[in-house]
């Protein structure tokens, strides 16, 4: 194909590449939105990996679609050069003639499941992988980690100086970040919940032995009340009888009211 004629240098610039149809002009009946295709890493920028698919057709992977669970800062952490890769087209670019390519895409997303197996509150023991000033990452399962704050850290300070990789930690989970691939964890809440259920029971156990006295500590002091009123009924019965035979005895007897002096009888004379 003539590309340009320059008349002053007597120059034809011909092009071997444009006598070949555009591989692009039929780009989505090749490689249609959710097919799966071969290719091989060529190149790594920044933010992810380009893909040859075949001659002048290329692809992206973004670093996020590497894994749904681990995070990466650069695509060379996770590939190599001349890795041969099965990827899912994502979408497709014509103006940057490039295919969006997703690799995590070809697996399940183990989210669900994962939120499903450790709610919140779910307390496990996990090893520590990595150590950083602003907390630490721990392996919470095969290809699956966590992130324990320096805030939900037991040990006060830097924990490069209280902890070590390998250690492991008795941890609670905080909250669960599909979008961002990660767990939070705390190893602080872990030993509060612990201390709280042992505040818990200790409670439940006065609250048992409380609950189990009243009984005999009322019924008691019913029977005291019930007991008094009887004696005080009988002390007043006693003091009445003890009135009345007072005075019975004051009265004299035969019944007369003159208080016992006799009346001597007088004699009428007439005139």
């Given at each position: 194909v003539v590309l340009n004629v320059d008349i002053e240098k007597q120059r034809i610039s011909l092009g071997m590449k444009q006598a070949k149809p555009d591989p692009w002009s039929l780009i989505e009946?090749?490689?249609?939105i959710g097919s799966v295709v071969k290719g091989v890493v060529k190149e790594f920028g920044n933010f992810g990996a380009y893909i040859e698919i075949e001659e002048d057709i290329?692809?992206?992977l973004h670093v996020a679609d590497i894994s749904w669970t681990?995070?990466?800062s650069h695509p060379s952490e996770a590939l190599r050069k001349g890795q041969k890769l099965r990827l899912k087209v994502l979408n497709i670019d014509r103006k940057s003639r490039l295919l969006e390519l997703g690799l995590k895409q070809l697996r399940e997303n183990p989210w669900p499941e994962i939120m499903r197996r450790l709610p919140i509150g779910t307390q496990i023991k996990a090893p520590i992988l990595e150590l950083g000033e602003r907390g630490v990452t721990v392996q919470v399962d095969?290809?699956?980690e966590g992130f324990v704050p320096q805030s939900h850290l037991y040990?006060?300070?830097?924990p490069?100086?209280?902890?070590?990789?390998g250690q492991e930690l008795n941890l609670q989970v905080l909250k669960i970040e599909p979008e961002r691939?990660?767990?939070?964890?705390?190893?602080?809440?872990?030993?509060r919940a612990i201390e709280r259920r042992e505040r818990e029971r200790e409670r439940a156990e006065v609250y048992a032995r409380v609950k189990a006295e009243p009984v005999r500590v009322n019924l008691g002091e019913i029977l005291r009340a019930e007991l008094q009123k009887l004696e005080e009924l009988m002390r007043g019965a006693e003091e009445e009888a003890e009135e009345e035979k007072a005075e019975a005895e004051q009265q004299p007897a035969g019944g007369d009211e003159s208080g016992g002096e006799s009346a001597e009888p007088t004699t009428e004379t007439s005139a």
């Open positions: 009946e090749k490689y249609p290329e692809g992206f681990k995070r990466f095969v290809g699956l040990k006060r300070g830097n490069k100086e209280n902890y070590e990789v691939k990660r767990i939070l964890l705390s190893e602080r809440e872990y030993y």
